[in-house]
């Protein structure tokens, strides 16, 4: 297996890199543009169209699912949510509500389009893909209202379809991964809203540096695709004020009380700066009496799963996906 599950034995950085880089993993960072600025340090326009070049070209077209379909959700806090919705073959078992990745800043429902697709597949459910607002022209908290927007949406389609509203998961990809967890933590005191699954999938889940995710230290130089300069650029992107960092709707991990969510599945990389960090929230959710997995796919790079057309363990972390909510 690519993967194993979380033991409660503390797992560090150090002993993941004992296992080599994939060779798809390998010829991805090789494949790079030396000359190439960082995308940071791109203008706007164009660090957005590089990313969902990359991402249409390598990981598109996704699997065939019933439809698809672009909705509108309610308004929720003077925001409604853009969503883009997977229907699947065969009768739906729940609504999986997710946000794509991209530092708050790049990315959409178009480029996050075969991602969607797998989930649609390999969970059975309805796939609401988020089209959430981006920053740095829309400043927190519009994406997370656009989430809860998002799930307002969820729970009125199950209804209508006569479901079980407490069969509403989300999931998110790196920065759309603290968006999900954010919301997760607002809506576990409200029973209206019990969800079945959390899903996170390489997610930012604190924004100052911690001293104990030695993985940012050790791995964010900007040799494994992901640097700390690209966090703190998307962080400076998303806040208007840096003080909003250490909140719990921007850094999840900082939330004084874990009860109250749902089952818990994390799916960190262990070449990737934030993979301590997921490995933390699972910990946390353990001590504050949840269920939580940990899935560490030690031998390639944050962002893997969006990246299917070359990197060798996306499709079994797609697998877990499967398992766990499936």
């Known amino acids: 297996?690519?993967?194993?599950?979380?033991?409660?034995?503390?797992?560090?950085?150090?002993?993941?890199?004992?296992?080599?880089?994939?060779?798809?993993?390998?010829?991805f960072l090789d494949s790079a543009d030396?000359?190439?600025?960082?995308?940071?340090d791109m203008p706007l326009d164009q660090a957005r169209a590089v990313m969902d070049a990359m991402m249409g070209e390598i990981d598109q077209p996704g699997p065939a699912v019933k439809s698809v379909a672009d909705v509108t959700g309610p308004e929720v806090e003077g925001q409604s949510a853009s969503l883009r919705v997977y229907e699947p073959k065969g009768r739906a078992r729940g609504i999986l509500v997710f946000f794509h990745g991209g530092g708050w800043t790049l990315g959409g429902v178009a480029s996050y389009d075969g991602f969607a697709r797998r989930l649609c597949q390999a969970t059975g459910q309805i796939v609401a893909s988020v089209d959430y607002p981006l920053s740095p022209e829309h400043k927190y908290p519009l994406a997370l209202?656009?989430?809860?927007?998002?799930?307002?949406?969820?729970?009125?389609?199950?209804?209508?379809?006569?479901?079980?509203?407490?069969?509403?998961?989300?999931?998110?990809?790196?920065?759309?991964?603290?968006?999900?967890a954010a919301l997760a933590l607002r809506l576990a005191k409200q029973p209206e809203f019990?969800?079945?699954?959390?899903?996170?999938?390489?997610?930012?889940?604190?924004?100052?540096?911690?001293?104990?995710?030695?993985s940012r230290e050790l791995l964010g130089d900007g040799r494994y695709f992901l640097s700390r300069e690209d966090v703190s650029w998307a962080a400076g992107n998303y806040l208007a004020d840096p003080d909003?960092?250490?909140?719990?709707?921007?850094?999840?991990?900082?939330?004084?009380?874990?009860?109250?969510?749902?089952?818990?599945?994390?799916?960190?990389?262990?070449?990737?700066?934030?993979?301590?960090?997921?490995?933390?929230?699972?910990r946390r959710v353990r001590r504050a009496g949840g269920q939580a997995e940990l899935f560490c796919f030690e031998t390639?790079?944050?962002?893997?799963?969006?990246?299917?057309?070359?990197?060798p363990e996306a499709r079994p972390a797609f697998q877990v996906v499967k398992k766990r909510l499936g």
Not at 34 to 40: E, L, M, S, T, W
Not at 300 to 311: A, D
């Open 1 to 27: 297996m690519w993967f194993k599950p979380y033991s409660s034995r503390p797992v560090g950085v150090r002993e993941a890199r004992r296992r080599p880089l994939s060779r798809g993993t390998r010829a």
């Open 34 to 40: 030396p000359d190439a600025p960082p995308i940071r």
């Open 145 to 180: 209202q656009a989430g809860l927007s998002a799930v307002h949406w969820a729970r009125e389609e199950m209804v209508r379809r006569k479901l079980k509203t407490d069969a509403i998961s989300l999931a998110g990809d790196s920065a759309g991964g603290t968006l999900a």
């Open 194 to 214: 019990a969800l079945a699954h959390l899903a996170l999938f390489y997610p930012v889940m604190v924004i100052p540096d911690l001293p104990e995710h030695a």
């Open 244 to 282: 909003l960092a250490t909140t719990p709707d921007v850094s999840p991990l900082l939330a004084e009380d874990f009860t109250g969510l749902p089952p818990v599945s994390v799916i960190t990389a262990g070449y990737d700066p934030l993979r301590d960090e997921g490995a933390d929230f699972v």
């Open 300 to 311: 390639t790079v944050h962002g893997f799963m969006g990246l299917s057309g070359v990197m």
